[in-house]
T-cell receptor, first 116, second 114 residues
Framework: AQSVAQPEDQVNVAEGNPLTVKCTYS??????LFWYVQYPNRGLQFLLK??????LVKGSYGFEAEFNKSQTSFHLKKPSALVSDSALYFC??????????????FGKGTKLSVKP | DTEVTQTPKHLVMGMTNKKSLKCEQH?????MYWYKQKAKKPPELMFV???????INESVPSRFSPECPNSSLLNLHLHALQPEDSALYLC?????????????FGSGTQLSVL
């Protein structure tokens, strides 16, 4: 079965410092990977996706993610964190082979807290 | 217009009530979704409509009944819910039903069942 793991419940970063939110995946075949962000009392917003091609994917709000096939990882990164980046971040993978083909399987989420 | 609009934003209902959640998008998207999200948990898929036809039902209890009247609207009819059904219900849409499609989410309906 397809799955993603986010090993950190919370990541704390000082404003202006680089941030990394970790995600590892387990899939059969080629992965379709996504990052979404959820601000308090809001729905999820798409940040970026990896389907194929360049391993470094650039997305919204200055975020990027690096696909690493050998380490089965898709970590989300930003060179300089903002207080407004504080939110809940979800990594997700498309389930192409399970019972709900095409369903997005979400990780448990990582709360990012950026302090001034 | 790149929004998915959900109404109401908040809903409190008793276990014997009947209520409906509504979702609307005008992006021309042909796939629409209902997700359930408990506090501090990831969203869980409930239903998927593709081209106005129900494509996926994730073994959701019959007290939840989805409806897709047209390509822009998605409803979720609620009847005889249980307190454990209290959650944030998210609607989403995508251009099409495919593995590389990104989802656009509404802000959700926060449902409390008393």
């Amino acid at each position: 079965a397809q799955s993603v793991a986010q090993p950190e419940d919370q990541v704390n970063v000082a404003e202006g410092n680089p941030l990394t939110v970790k995600c590892t995946y387990s899939v059969s075949g080629n992965p379709y990977l996504f990052w979404y962000v959820q601000y308090p009392n809001r729905g999820l917003q798409f940040l970026l996706k990896y389907i194929t091609g360049d391993n470094l994917v650039k997305g919204s709000y200055g975020f990027e993610a690096e696909f690493n096939k050998s380490q089965t990882s898709f970590h989300l990164k930003k060179p300089s964190a903002l207080v407004s980046d504080s939110a809940l971040y979800f990594c997700a993978v498309r389930d192409l082979y399970g019972g709900s083909q095409g369903n997005l399987i979400f990780g448990k989420g990582t709360k990012l807290s950026v302090k001034p | 217009d790149t929004e998915v609009t959900q109404t109401p934003k908040h809903l409190v209902m008793g276990m014997t009530n009947k209520k409906s959640l509504k979702c609307e998008q005008h992006m021309g998207h042909r796939a629409m979704y209902w997700y359930k999200q408990k506090a501090k948990k990831p969203p869980e898929l409930m239903f998927v409509y593709s081209y106005e036809k129900l494509s996926i039902n994730e073994s959701v209890p019959s007290r939840f009944s989805p409806e897709c009247p047209n390509s822009s609207l998605l409803n979720l009819h609620l009847h005889a819910l249980q307190p454990e059904d209290s959650a944030l219900y998210l609607c989403a849409s995508s251009q099409d039903w495919g593995p590389n499609e990104k989802l656009f989410f509404g802000s959700g309906t926060q449902l409390s069942v008393l």
